[in-house]
């Protein structure tokens, strides 16, 4: 298994190598430069999107089936409505399309 990203116009290519202490060190590493990388940019109301934000830690890429993920984030600003992007995330947690919905309604 291995992980292919790109952050700070750097490609990364890790190897996991399974039942070992070093697949856990790659890891954490990986998703610590996640945290950090920026994600997108809503079209709407330019509010930078990182890894942090869609709460990368707790996505477990093990569970995935069909990739691209589809996520959506919800959002306002002070001059903007509550509002979803819907991001398309592929396995190297870069996005591959988006949309923002025009209306939306959160129940509990």
């Given amino acids: 298994m291995y992980i292919l990203f790109t952050y700070n116009n ?5 190897i996991i190598i399974k039942n070992s202490n070093f697949n856990l ?3 954490l590493n990986s998703r610590t430069i996640l945290m ?9 109301c330019k509010k930078q999107i990182y890894g942090s ?4 830690n707790h996505i477990d890429i093990n569970k995935i089936k069909n990739w691209p993920l589809r996520y959506v984030h919800c ?5 903007n ?3 979803a ?3 398309y995330i592929d396995a190297n947690f870069s996005v ?11 129940q509990k």
């Fill in 75 to 79: 959002h306002s600003d002070e001059n």
């Fill in 96 to 106: 591959r399309g988006r949309e923002v919905s025009d209306f939306i309604k959160i």
């Fill in 85 to 87: 992007l819907t991001m």
């Fill in 25 to 27: 060190s790659i890891m």
């Fill in 53 to 56: 934000d869609i709460d990368i």
């Fill in 36 to 44: 950090k990388k920026l994600i997108a940019i809503c079209p709407v």
């Fill in 10 to 14: 750097l490609k990364f290519f890790i």
């Fill in 81 to 83: 409505p509550l509002h």
